[in-house]
């Protein structure tokens, strides 16, 4: 079959476009019928239907009007009476349509401008879901690509088949870039927009430093061994932990490589960036020590409920323990997801000498004796009242100087303290309007009621409403900085997330919100699992 030069220009352009353009031939072809379908209804009437073929590999094209087959005809234009339709197709049927062949047209200037558009804007939206669904499965990757122009700050960047932005807080500071320049990042998301797609590229990202190492370290790249977490300090410090799953390998030495060559290679991607590469533990304790890295570290106090830890170095090493302007803490915090207070051995020494006092004070008031008594007291590990009224008395009486007569007035007056204690509470509380039915959830006690009281809690119906984080606090980390937001009974009352759960859970069920049944069911799945 003979195609005419018209027709092989077509597909030509087509063929052109499709690989300029990285998209498929056929929408290209599709473009080109939807603009000639156009530029066909400024000619017949914008309200004619009309339909343009194109035929893929031979460049023939086809141009119909469609008709609706209908039983009376309301518009000429568009529908044809049946009895008319079936002079030209004995089977036409109500709804059909018939197709009528139209002369092929020459197109005017206009009419070209008008098709040429919807081709441009077709072939535009092709690319852009082109480019959409090619980066949207890459975040998390490494791009290289070129810098195509800088805007206000922001580096645009061609990567090839498509372009990204590094928006200028995502860019290492004092970094600055040019037309041309070869530029490397990490792709953290991918979004649809009016103006098309759009890829963020950031180099100061956590996972930028990650990905580069797994580019430089073949172990990495294997498996074997692997980043548990990254904390930066963008162009200026940063940490990484590792671990290796082979014990004959050293992470740490194959992160360095001989003679740093591998980790410098890293640090000359993020402009001169000191990486301190810290091997992770298991043990918190024992992590965090080693995150504080270069510092020496005498002693770790951890609070795991309040996900705190008091670390207490020499005095020497404390400035080398926090960093300039905080930064060894602050990157280790974000490594470990501790918050990490540090404290010398002389403030150490002076607090723990603050709370014997304290406590002793305590015991001379509560117990009504004298300072040497407390002082043996709080020396002797007792922190509370109750601790000293309900333990066992053999304990106090063991106690040199004592005897079994002095325990036991001892946990008399310690107890007489605490029913004291109790019966204004217990008077506070009623005052407050608080219910006894509150007494009736397991875990709460009269001091605790009268908190709730304060915080406008009468029955057990407004304490069933109380989610745990309003009881034990929660926190919010944001740019490396953790906020806290404390609970109701944490302060005072020292109640854990798990107590809170059960109590929260306990009052529910009292209310009547939820059923023994319904908790069954909930923690069913969980034990099946547990089974299996």
């Known amino acids: ?26 929408i290209v072809i599709a473009a080109m019928a939807d603009a000639i379908q156009k530029a066909a209804r400024s000619r017949y009437g914008q309200e004619t239907n009309i339909r343009a073929d194109i035929n893929a590999n031979t460049g023939e094209m086809k141009l119909q009007r469609l008709m609706e087959v209908v039983e009376k005809v309301d518009d000429y234009a568009t529908q044809i009476a049946i009895s008319s339709a079936r002079e030209r197709n004995p089977d036409a049927q109500l709804g059909d349509f018939i197709a009528e062949q139209l002369p092929p047209m020459d197109f005017g200037r206009i009419a070209a401008q008008s098709a ?3 081709i441009v804007q077709k ?11 090619e980066y949207k499965d890459r975040i998390g990757e490494i791009v290289n690509g070129t810098v195509k122009r800088v805007e206000y700050g922001n580096v645009i960047v061609d990567l090839g088949r498509g372009e990204a932005i590094i928006r200028r807080d995502e860019l290492i500071p004092r970094e600055n870039y040019k037309y041309g320049d070869r530029v490397r990042a990490y792709v953290y998301d991918v979004r649809r927009e009016q103006r098309g797609p759009q890829i963020f590229l950031s180099r100061t990202h956590p996972q930028f430093m990650a990905k580069l190492f797994t580019m430089e370290v073949p172990e990495i790249y294997d498996g074997i061994i692997e980043i548990k977490s990254v904390a930066r300090d963008p162009g200026s410090r940063a940490k990484i932990a590792v671990i290796s799953r082979d014990s004959s390998i050293d992470p740490v030495g194959a992160c360095v490589g001989m003679r740093g060559s591998r980790v410098q290679a890293v640090v000359g991607e993020l402009q001169g960036e000191k990486i301190d590469i810290i091997p992770w533990s298991p043990s918190a304790a024992s992590f965090i020590v080693n995150a504080l890295q270069p510092a020496e570290v005498a002693k770790v106090v951890l609070d795991e409920d309040a996900e705190r830890i008091e670390v207490v170095v020499p005095d020497d090493q404390l400035s080398l323990a926090i960093g300039r302007r905080g930064q060894n803490v602050r990157l280790a915090s974000q490594l470990t997801g501790w918050d990490i207070d540090i404290l010398t051995e002389q403030e150490e020494s002076e607090r723990r000498q603050k709370e014997f006092v304290e406590r002793s004070a305590l015991f001379m008031e509560a117990l009504d004796v004298d300072e040497m008594v407390g002082q ?24 040199d100087g004592f005897d079994e007569d002095t325990a036991s007035e001892i946990q008399t007056r310690a107890r007489e303290y605490l029913e004291k204690i109790e019966a204004e509470h217990d008077d506070k509380r009623k005052a407050l309007g608080v219910a006894d039915e509150l007494r009736e959830i397991p875990g709460i006690t009269t001091a605790m009621m009268v908190t709730l ?20 606090g929660w926190k919010e980390r944001k740019d490396g900085e953790t906020k806290v937001y404390p609970g109701v009974l944490a ?7 798990a107590d809170a759960e059960q109590m929260v859970l306990a009052a529910r069920l009292k209310a009547g919100w939820i059923t023994e ?16």
Do not use: C, W
């Open 491 to 497: 302060a005072n009352h020292g109640v854990s997330r």
């Open 1 to 26: 079959m003979v195609v005419s030069a018209n027709r092989l220009e077509l597909l030509q352009i087509a063929d052109a476009v499709a690989r300029e353009k990285s998209i498929d031939k056929s």
């Open 116 to 118: 040429k558009q919807v």
């Open 376 to 399: 043996v007291l709080a020396s002797e590990g007792f922190t509370s009242v109750e601790e000293v009224a309900y333990v066992d008395s053999g304990e106090i009486a063991s106690i």
């Open 453 to 472: 009281g304060e915080d406008g809690v009468k029955t057990i119906e407004d304490f069933a409403g109380y989610a745990a984080d309003d009881l034990t």
């Open 123 to 133: 072939v535009r939206e092709a690319e852009r879901d082109r480019q959409y669904d």
């Open 517 to 532: 049944d319904e908790i069954a069911a909930q923690e069913a799945p969980a034990d099946e699992t547990v089974g299996a």
